[in-house]
């Protein structure tokens, strides 16, 4: 089962730019679809951000389509999210997860190894 840690979570002011790191161990990591996705206080896990294997393909959420970037780098066993502009709304938890088939999903329960969460905060 991969590991996964995330880092780079903050307070940031509305139009501020972020970007999360989340480093995977296992030696299959460079297989696996890898998802971002968040939690608000009394809201359910949304889905963010999702990257096929190699990067070729991603896909995002309409409200973070066009301020958000999924990448990775298979050879550091990380995915990244940078998030530019940001919006108050954009304040949860996020997490990073993996998916252990190859195609993408946007479904948090498709997701089998999930990061323990960096908090995100941004004021307005």
């Known amino acids: 089962q991969v590991q996964l840690v995330e880092s780079g979570g903050g307070l940031v002011q509305a139009g501020g730019s972020l970007r999360l790191s989340c480093a995977a161990s296992?030696?299959?990591?460079?297989?696996?679809?890898m998802g971002w996705f968040r939690q608000a206080a009394g809201k359910e896990r949304e889905f963010v951000a999702v990257?096929?294997?190699?990067?070729?393909?991603?896909y995002y959420a309409n409200a973070v389509k066009g301020r958000f970037t999924i990448s990775r780098d298979n050879a550091k066993n990380t995915v990244y999210l940078q998030m530019n502009s940001l919006k108050p709304e954009d304040t949860a938890v996020y997490y990073c997860?993996?998916?252990?088939?190859?195609?993408?999903?946007?479904?948090?329960?498709?997701?089998?190894?999930w990061g323990q969460g960096t908090q995100v905060t941004v004021s307005s």
């Open positions: 990257i096929n294997w190699n990067g070729g393909s991603t």
């Open positions: 997860a993996a998916r252990r088939f190859p195609v993408v999903s946007t479904t948090p329960s498709d997701f089998g190894s």
């Open positions: 296992g030696r299959t990591f460079s297989r696996y679809p």
